[in-house]
């Protein structure tokens, strides 16, 4: 699940008020103009003081720590183990999934599939 909160937002054409999502890998701004940020435009973002601030100079005012919470997670995206709570150690398998990456994404967090069904953790 994202992140949803109402701003008042500053671009280099004026300031906003609206509603900023981030979804990643891309945040959305919906006011009385829609822009997208993606990609390069969320390289480098930050938070200073309660604003969050982009590359292009974009800041919206989010509060102080709000602002650190949301540069994080767009800095630091989680991976999709990381989404579904795989830790290491963990037991699992997989039945009939066609993601060949997957077993080795589990076997580099130290939770490589196993082959019996029982006592397992998660199973995909």
Do not use: H
């Not at 909160?5 to 009385?32: C, H, K, N, T, W």
């Not at 800095?75 to 999934?97: E, F, S, Y």
Request: negative net charge; charged residues 25%; hydrophobic residues 45%.
């Amino acid at each position: 699940m994202g992140k949803d909160v109402e701003v008042s937002a500053r671009f280099a054409d004026g300031i906003d008020e609206g509603r900023l999502q981030y979804e990643a890998p891309r945040m959305l701004f919906r006011g009385a103009q829609r822009r997208v940020f993606e990609g390069e435009a969320l390289k480098g973002v930050r938070a200073d003081g309660g604003d969050l601030v982009l590359a292009d100079g974009s800041r919206f005012t989010l509060g102080e720590n709000p602002a650190a919470t949301w540069a994080a997670a767009i800095n630091n995206p989680k991976g999709r183990l990381d989404k579904i709570g795989v830790k290491p150690g963990m037991r699992t398998a997989i039945l009939g999934v066609a993601d060949a990456t997957l077993a080795a994404e589990l076997a580099g967090r130290d939770a490589a599939p196993v082959n019996e069904l029982t006592g397992l953790d998660l199973l995909f």
